[in-house]
């Protein structure tokens, strides 16, 4: 089967007042149809980056990015995405807000198809009586809620989350974590989530890849078999606690604090 996303050999440099900052050097990333992709690395070695080569939003210098059997060379609509601040529209109430991107990508619902979708993900993840408020009247938790479901409510061919439950307290995270396996079940997507929280990423992950420090190469590649449905549990079994040591081993090779050559 071929991967829904596949990032083959990517190396890209920023051109910097500096002189160019090589940023990706060497990523391999591929997630299969259904896939959920939890990708952790240090701080500034080309997460976002990579978010931004697989929306579309930019080229890489060397290497390619394929999304459905297609070359990505362009913006793509059919990419959904969520980030650490969601950017809502303070003049927009929630259901207007869920509904944007159905009034941009072509063939979008209109009407009260529109309506009806955004409000059948609102009721997904617990918001189906605030549709009439506006984002100020959230909190940061249900504001994220809401921004997830428009980044799906054009159902995507791909979902990109870029830490978007970094600035949310423990128990919302947790919370969150909870609504995504419930929104994967019952809206399934491909997804690449970016993280640097290790736990979330083994909990929502069906694989963990690691990039190394800047300039990012793919360093380390772990596949978790989900169970159905999935509990936050399963985060204080042995198993768990054997994964994130070997995340947490990994890391600390990419931030140069471990040896190298106990990379795999
Ligand atoms: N448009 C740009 N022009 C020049 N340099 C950039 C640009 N965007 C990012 N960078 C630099 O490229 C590096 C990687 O940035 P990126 O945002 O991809 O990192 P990241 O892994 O997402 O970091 P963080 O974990 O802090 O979010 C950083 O050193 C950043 O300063
Ligand atoms: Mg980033």
Redesign the pocket.
């Known amino acids: 089967m071929t991967a829904l996303i596949d990032i083959k050999g990517v190396r890209h440099a920023?051109?910097?007042a500096a002189g160019p900052?090589p940023?990706l050097d060497g990523l391999e990333v591929s997630v299969e149809e259904g896939g959920f992709c939890a990708v952790v690395?240090p701080?500034?070695?080309?997460?976002?980056?990579?978010t931004r080569l697989v929306a579309g939003l930019m080229h890489p210098d060397e290497g390619e990015v394929w999304l459905h059997g297609e070359r990505v060379r362009g913006p793509r609509s059919t990419v959904g995405m969520a980030f650490q601040n969601p950017v809502l529209l303070e003049w927009r109430s929630i259901l207007k807000n869920v509904m944007l991107p159905l009034e941009i990508v072509p063939n979008g619902l209109k009407g009260n198809a529109a309506k009806e979708r955004a409000r059948h993900l609102l009721s997904l993840v617990g918001l189906e009586d605030f549709e009439d408020k506006r984002p100020s009247e959230l909190s940061g938790g249900m504001r994220q809620r809401a921004s997830l479901c428009r980044a799906l409510v054009h159902q995507p061919e791909v979902l990109i989350l870029d830490?978007p439950f970094g600035a949310l307290d423990a128990f919302t995270r947790e919370d969150l974590w909870q609504t995504m396996h419930n929104l994967k079940e019952k809206e399934p997507f491909t997804g690449v989530l970016?993280t640097?929280d290790l736990r979330e990423a083994i909990f929502l992950g069906d694989q963990v890849v690691v990039l190394s420090g800047?300039p990012a190469r793919t360093q380390y590649v772990m596949n978790i078999a989900r169970s159905v449905p999935a509990d936050l549990e399963e985060l204080y079994t042995a198993e768990a606690a054997e994964r994130l040591n070997i995340l947490r081993h990994q890391i600390e090779i990419a931030q140069g604090r471990a040896p190298q050559e106990a990379a795999q």
Do not use: N, Q, W
């Open positions: 920023y051109a910097t900052l940023v690395g701080s500034g070695c080309g997460k976002s980056t990579l830490e970016i640097h800047r």
